[in-house]
C-alpha cells in the first residue's frame, strides 16, 4: 500500500499540484484494512477528479492516506451505484470571487501521480 499526505493548508491557500510537491508518501506491506472512495465518470470533469479516488486506514488506524498505488490481495468489496451527488459550495467571498473556469487537469494529473511515477 503505498499512501500520501499533505500537510495541513493555511490561507492563502495554494493549488494542490503545488501542494503534493511537498507531501509526505508511506509504503506499508502485508497490513488489513479498509479502503474507501468515489469513482467519479468523466463528465463530471470540473466538478470532481474523474477516475478512482480513494483512501486507506490500516485495521490498526496507525497508517492511511490517499491512496497512491495498491495491490490487495484479498478483501470484500462493496459497491453502491448512485444516480444523484449533491454537492455544497462555500458562500464566502473568496470562494465566489475565485477563477474557477481555468482547466486544472494538467495540474491534478501532477497531483495525483506519486512522486516515484514523476521521476520515471
Ligand atoms: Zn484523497
Do not use: W
Amino acid at each position: 500500500m503505498k499512501t500520501r499526505s499533505v500537510e495541513r493548508q493555511e490561507k492563502p491557500y495554494r493549488p494542490l499540484n503545488e501542494v503534493t510537491r511537498s507531501q509526505k508518501e508511506f509504503e506499508c506491506h502485508d497490513v488489513d484494512g479498509t479502503i474507501v472512495g468515489f469513482c467519479f465518470p468523466d463528465f463530471t470533469q470540473g466538478l470532481n477528479v474523474p477516475g478512482y479516488h480513494l483512501h486507506f486506514l490500516s485495521k490498526d488506524r496507525k497508517a492511511g492516506g490517499h491512496i497512491l498505488d495498491c495491490i490487495m490481495t484479498r478483501g470484500t468489496l462493496f459497491l453502491d451505484h448512485t444516480s444523484n451527488f449533491h454537492m455544497e459550495l462555500p458562500k464566502r467571498k473568496e470562494f465566489l470571487d475565485a477563477d474557477l473556469a481555468k482547466d486544472t487537469r494538467d495540474a491534478v494529473d501532477e497531483a495525483e501521480t506519486c512522486r516515484s511515477r514523476r521521476a520515471l
